[in-house]
């Protein structure tokens, strides 16, 4: 049976938004365990159709999910809990790097992927191959099916020039992001629709020549090498 997002998941997602403390919680614990039953569901029929066609590392859909709790040790906002379901799918091997993404919110959901935070030595190593030659990137983001699907790449850039940069570099602009993402809005009639597991599993896959690219610089030096 193909598992779906159920309409009462997004119910419980808005009473928790307007009860979000640890009371109301504590009251409706077991209605969270069931609605996270079923997102866990979810989880392990994407992941059962993810193995298909890429390789990923989760053992079940249950270890893909984030947890609700919030860490307000740090945060103005001091509500316990989150309104989303969301999860990640990390691909295995140290060939194949980059990371699957969902977030199932009402009104706010969406797929993403790609390299949230990419390590200092990972970063810099991006940045040269851009730099040497981004026609292939290029490629990538105007391919007609990938464009309509992500439209341009997505994440935080810096203000000023990468250290060891040219500011008159013809790629500037590409050579400013240290977050390389992917995203893909959905309706909530998407989401609760009976084929939104078929789309996901389409999305993730459309991801794939842009995580291949990466997976293939942040694995090989500069002269193309393999370090793996």
């Not at 053992?59 to 740090?74: A, P, V």
């Not at 199932?104 to 390590?119: A, D, H, R, T, V």
């Not at 993402?181 to 842009?210: G, Q, Y």
Request: proline content about 4%.
């Amino acid at each position: 049976m193909t598992a779906k997002i159920s309409s009462s998941s997004f119910d419980f997602l808005k009473q928790l938004q307007k009860n979000n403390n640890r009371d109301w919680f504590a009251k409706h614990k077991d209605r969270y365990d069931q609605e996270l039953a079923q997102i866990a569901g979810f989880a392990d029929d994407l992941l059962e159709r993810m193995n298909k066609h890429d390789q990923i590392e989760n053992e079940s859909g249950k270890k893909c999910l984030y947890r609700i709790y919030r860490d307000t040790r740090f945060s103005k906002d001091k509500t316990p809990y989150k309104n989303h379901w969301s999860g990640n799918l990390r691909r295995a091997t140290k060939k194949l790097r980059g990371s699957y993404y969902f977030h199932i919110e009402p009104g706010k959901s969406f797929l993403g992927g790609g390299f949230w935070n990419p390590e200092p030595a990972d970063l810099k190593r991006i940045r040269e191959e851009i730099a040497y030659d981004a026609s292939e990137f290029h490629k990538i983001f105007n391919n007609k099916t990938f464009k309509s699907t992500f439209g341009t790449l997505k994440g935080e850039q810096i203000q000023t020039t990468p250290k060891g940069f040219d500011p008159k570099h013809p790629e500037i602009k590409l050579l400013r992001y240290k977050q390389f993402i992917l995203i893909r809005e959905f309706s909530d009639k998407e989401v609760l629709d009976a084929n939104f597991i078929k789309e996901v599993n389409e999305t993730f896959k459309r991801m794939r020549p842009f995580l291949n690219y990466m997976s293939e610089i942040l694995t090989s030096d500069v002269n193309g090498i393999s370090l793996v």
